[in-house]
Nanobody, 127 residues
């Protein structure tokens, strides 16, 4: 059974950094694109970053581009989100998700294209 477990969240001051991790179970981890989403209070869950199956291709939401870096280590069944220059508006619960294998390759923004989700990890950025 596929399981995703996020960790690494916490409280940081604006301008600080955090690295989130998402550990996955199963032997087919390296066949799937993985993404990070976030959800702030009162807002919908939305796309942050994605990485293809072998880590060669990444894409980011405009608000995070240049500050966040998604990466993966398939040997460790883990995907990461390095977050630098954090802003208060980055405060949210961050979720990792596995993209459905047969979903459109370029359509990584919609939550409906993901078939497994982690439990989320809270990131709070103080001003």
């Amino acid at each position: 059974q596929m399981q995703l477990v996020e960790s690494g969240g916490g409280l940081v001051q604006a301008g600080g950094s955090l690295r989130l991790s998402c550990a996955a179970s199963g032997r087919t981890f390296d066949s799937y694109a993985m993404s990070w989403f976030r959800q702030a209070p009162g807002k919908e869950r939305y796309f942050v970053a994605t990485i293809n199956w072998n880590g060669a291709s990444t894409n980011y939401a405009d608000s995070e581009k240049g500050r966040f870096t998604i990466s993966r280590d398939n040997a460790k069944n883990t995907v990461y989100l390095q977050m630098n220059s954090l802003k208060p508006e980055d405060t949210a619960v961050y979720y990792c998700a596995r993209k459905a294998l047969l979903s459109p390759s370029g359509d990584y923004y919609q939550t409906k294209n993901y078939d497994y989700w982690g439990q989320g990890t809270q990131v709070t950025v103080s001003s």
